[in-house]
């Protein structure tokens, strides 16, 4: 299982979590609150905490699944971050 790290800077970080949480739980399971999420891909897990400026992302996935988690978790943030332009960097 491979492990990345991402986050964003963002006033709007709770915000974002939740709409990404609560978009992806009419498809898949999810838990959240405010400060925190897990959705729970076929393919792979994202972990999402929140703190007043920051969302970070703890994504888990085999080796070939990484990229479609990381692509379709960060596609759909920047989707969802109507109130910023936002950059997710990766480790």
């Known amino acids: 299982m491979n492990h990345r790290y991402g986050t964003a800077s963002t006033e709007h970080a709770s915000l974002y979590l939740k709409k990404l949480c609560r978009h992806f739980s009419h498809k898949v399971e999810t ?46 943030l920047v989707r969802f971050a109507t109130r910023d332009t936002l950059t997710v960097n990766w480790r």
């Open 31 to 76: 838990e959240f609150d405010d400060h925190q999420g897990t959705i729970r891909f076929p393919f792979g897990t994202c972990e999402l905490t929140a703190d007043a400026t920051i969302p970070q992302l703890h994504c888990q996935a085999d080796t070939d699944q990484m990229a479609p988690l990381r692509d379709v978790i960060e596609r759909h």
